[in-house]
């Protein structure tokens, strides 16, 4: 990246009220929770993974997943009374299903201020029965945002969790400065739940939900389809700077009938083995799934419901047969007890555990079902991420010595 230039003062042709407005430089102290900024021609595009992994390691679905920049957000102070963010979105969907757009979160000193929809950008249609691809251009959205208050607020724009945005601007009526980040550094590892899919925002997702409320930094490794206890994962996370470190396994495994029970144990030894190299005594905690009907007692593979298709609506089913455990097949039932067994045998002071049913479980469904069959929606996303924050973070939490060190 090159280095910070200085800020430029200009006249925005968009500036109805003929003030100065100031276009702020796009540089990575602005930029939280991504690991690497690529220029493009449009601007700037936050990364989750780092090239090397993107080039080696991703296939299509992570490649399209990591650059959705959940938990990434514009981070600054400004005592300016109204900015302006452009952005260049990329939105996938299937065809014959509609998705809700992304949206950008505007929250100022800690609170949630003004939620805006994305309404323009790029659209990428696939065809599920042919496996065809069709891309529609867009133009790039202009997000105009007044500030409440007086004075020199912090300012954080989330950016949507949900599609790949290229930052094109920022601009602004008064001088722009980095807001140090403040908190412990939360690494967390999961599925296209921690990414946050039914989700409605980028503040909705549960992982923001429990950093905002812990008041942690957090660095989203959620990737959709892709929590496979994959090495490569494992060695992006040792690598990364971090206080604590959260890794949610299992879904995954399960709907891709990925592994067998013989597989999956060592595996996760491995992948924890290797973020203990770069790690050895940051607290670090291993959760399991969350209640999934379609999977709790049946293996995968997962596949979308063939009557829900035909009527318009996205919904998974899974196609194993129900019991079919005895050859080491994997159910969510089955990689609760592995995970709990292989945290118990592990010689590991600050290694903990989190129950996925405790932090929605068959009682959860009833009340807050999943709308698809898999994800949950974005009422139990906020549960999620509340219960999570006082099991990781409260006083009682494996996370929270770390939190409480850093803090004071």
């Known amino acids: 990246m090159p280095s910070p230039t200085l800020t430029e ?14 276009t702020i430089p796009l540089t990575p102290d602005l930029i939280l929770g991504a690991t690497e900024l690529e220029r493009t021609e449009r601007g700037v595009r936050p990364h989750r993974l780092p090239r090397s992994v993107r080039e080696r390691d991703a296939d299509p679905q992570l ?29 996938v969907f299937y065809r014959g299903f509609s998705r809700p757009r ?88 999961g599925s296209s ?12 997702i549960w ?23 994959d090495p490569f994962m494992a060695r992006v996370i040792r690598d ?40 050895p005594d940051t607290p670090l905690l291993l959760v399991s799934p969350i209640f999934c009907g379609i999977h709790e007692d049946t293996p995968g593979p997962g596949a979308v419901d063939p009557t829900g298709f035909a009527a318009g609506e996205m919904r998974f089913i899974a196609t194993g047969s129900p019991g079919d455990t005895a050859a080491g097949r994997l159910t969510l039932t089955v990689i609760r007890d592995a995970m709990e067994q292989l945290v118990a045998a592990r010689d590991d002071a600050n290694l903990g555990y989190i129950d996925g049913l405790s932090l929605y479980g068959p009682d959860d469904a009833e009340r807050l079902p999943l709308p698809d069959g898999l994800h949950p929606s974005a009422e139990a996303h906020a549960l999620i991420g509340s219960r ?21």
């Open 240 to 279: 990364a700077p971090a206080d604590v470190i959260s890794v949610k396994l299992g879904i995954n495994v399960v709907n891709l009938d990925a592994m067998r029970l013989r597989s999956f144990v060592p595996a996760v030894h491995g992948f924890l083995d290797t973020i203990r190299d770069g790690h």
């Open 9 to 22: 003062r200009i006249r925005h042709p968009h500036d109805h009220e003929g003030g100065i407005v100031i």
């Open 193 to 204: 739940i921690s990414h946050g899919s039914n989700a409605a925002t980028p503040t909705g």
């Open 388 to 408: 999570f924050a006082a099991r990781a973070f409260g006083a009682a939490g494996s996370l929270r010595p770390a939190a409480t060190a850093r803090l004071a």
């Open 63 to 91: 490649a399209m997943m990591e650059a959705q920049p959940s938990g990434v957000r514009v981070r600054f102070a400004t005592s300016a009374t109204s900015i302006t963010l452009e952005l260049h979105a990329t939105r």
């Open 207 to 229: 992982p923001v939900v429990a950093a905002r409320s812990a008041g942690v930094q957090l660095r989203n490794l959620g990737f959709g389809g892709s929590a496979l206890v």
């Open 102 to 189: 992304g949206v950008v979160d505007v929250v100022v000193d800690g609170e949630l201020v003004a939620s805006h929809e994305l309404q323009a950008g790029d659209a990428v249609e696939l065809d599920l029965q042919t496996g065809g691809r069709e891309l529609t251009p867009g133009e790039p959205d202009r997000i105009e945002v007044s500030l409440p208050g007086a004075g020199e607020r912090v300012v954080e724009l989330w950016l949507p969790h949900n599609e790949k945005v290229d930052v094109v601007a920022l601009h602004a009526r008064a001088p722009v400065s980095p807001a140090p980040p403040v908190g412990p550094v939360w690494v967390h590892h």
